[in-house]
């Protein structure tokens, strides 16, 4: 299987807050923003295997700041590491002054997404190639937030979380 950068699973999709969208203060109801960035990773992690694609885990959302009825809102997501079957999918969520069309960066996530067939068995994806700085630093963290969403989970014994227990020795 050829490996892959990440520009290769770049995904952006923009769309407006409406009125069915926001919570009783009249900003984005989270929910709605977990979906559309559920929505962008699913299709990262897609264009970077090639097959079905199922959300494992959402690892890491930060709400960082309130995204007002009527605001322009951009996910843009890229898979940041490949491991057998699994993907993790880094997501920066942006807002777009109405005036002077400046971004700014909304609230940032990370989600797992494993590659299936028509069973629903896990399947092998490519390897991916991190080409920037940016993405050289997720993708080498990478390992370690695959480590902490599995103990959290129940599925591996702290004992086992090496990368993770290399960072308090
Ligand atoms: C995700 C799913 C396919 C994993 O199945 P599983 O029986 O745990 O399979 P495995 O133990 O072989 O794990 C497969 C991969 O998922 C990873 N994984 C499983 N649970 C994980 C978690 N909580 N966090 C991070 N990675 C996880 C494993 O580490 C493994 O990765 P690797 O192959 O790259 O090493 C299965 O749990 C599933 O189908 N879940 C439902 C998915 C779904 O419907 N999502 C939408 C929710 S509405």
Do not use: C
């Not at 989270?30 to 299709?43: P, T």
Request: proline content about 5%; hydrophobic content about 45%; cysteine-free.
């Amino acid at each position: 299987m050829q490996a892959k950068t990440a520009k290769e699973s770049r995904t952006i999709i923009t769309d407006l807050v409406l009125p069915s969208e926001t919570n009783p203060i009249g900003n984005m109801f989270g929910g709605e923003l977990l979906a559309r960035m559920d929505r962008a990773a699913s299709i990262s992690a897609r264009r970077h295997s090639r097959r079905i694609v199922v959300t494992a885990s959402v690892n890491h959302v930060a709400f960082n700041k309130m995204i007002p009825l009527g605001s322009v809102v951009t996910v843009e997501s890229q898979v940041s590491r490949a491991f057998n079957s699994s993907m993790e999918v880094f997501m920066d969520v942006w807002i777009e002054d109405r005036e002077s069309g400046m971004r700014s960066k909304a609230n940032e996530a990370i989600y797992t997404f494993v590659a299936v067939d028509e069973m629903g068995s896990p399947v092998p994806v490519p390897e991916l190639i991190p080409e920037t700085d940016l993405e050289k630093s997720r993708f080498e963290a990478a390992l370690r937030r695959k480590q902490l969403s599995l103990l959290l989970a129940g599925k591996i014994k702290p004992e086992d979380a090496t990368e993770l227990k290399a960072l308090f020795e």
